[in-house]
């Protein structure tokens, strides 16, 4: 006889709270970040709000940890393009580049939009993306004050902002790879 799914859940706290990190990332990709409620969040997840609560203390502590979550996973992806990448001067926005325009390219699904620009206009996800951003920029000084590397930065992020959220078209995603080129020749000395 198997365990009861209360039972596993009581002996598998880990996987009760990432099941809640991803419903919060779910809800959010689906009713945006104004829409979340921590009800939407437990029922998506399969847990009462007291189990949601056990895990979290407030609305805010799971959106702190669902957004610092989707934040390592993209610095994951980021960490392990540079180690491909000779370490030299521009390293980390050649990555920040390759992995902003490969997430646009894999985009399947309308819902798919994660940090969407609606989203990422919300102060707490603002915050936490600055956050992340100047630690990453402290950890390659060299590269936050090259106006060649700032301006391939913004230029990933400014296509990720439009057209993120969406699968691409053709057209689009012609667009989207002739952009990493230019951007990606900014990374480069000049």
């Known amino acids: 006889m198997s365990a009861s799914p209360a039972l ?3 002996k598998a706290p880990d996987l009760v709270r990432q099941a809640l990190l991803d ?3 779910r ?6 970040l104004a829409a979340l409620t921590v009800q939407d969040v437990a029922d998506v997840a399969g847990v009462s709000k007291g189990a949601l609560f056990h895990h979290f203390s407030s ?5 702190d940890a669902t957004l610092g979550a989707m934040l390592d996973d993209f610095e994951q992806d980021l960490r392990a393009h540079m180690q491909r990448s000779p370490a030299s001067h521009g390293c980390f926005t050649r990555a920040y580049v390759e992995v902003t325009f490969d997430h646009l ?3 399947t699904e309308d819902d798919d939009i994660g940090l969407t620009m ?3 206009l919300e102060p707490a996800m603002l915050a936490h993306w600055r956050e992340w951003m100047r630690g990453m920029l402290a950890e390659f000084p060299s590269e936050a004050s090259d106006p060649r590397l700032y301006t391939a930065r913004c230029a990933a992020d400014g296509y990720w902002a439009t057209a993120y ?5 053709e057209e689009e995603r012609r667009n989207a790879l002739a952009m990493a080129a ?3 020749k900014l990374c480069t000395p000049g």
């Open 8 to 10: 596993t859940r009581r």
């Open 23 to 25: 419903a919060t990332a």
């Open 27 to 32: 809800v959010i990709r689906q009713e945006g």
């Open 59 to 63: 609305k805010q502590a799971l959106l």
């Open 105 to 107: 390219l894999q985009q």
């Open 118 to 120: 609606a989203n990422l």
């Open 165 to 169: 959220g969406r699968p691409l078209d």
């Open 182 to 184: 230019e951007a990606m």
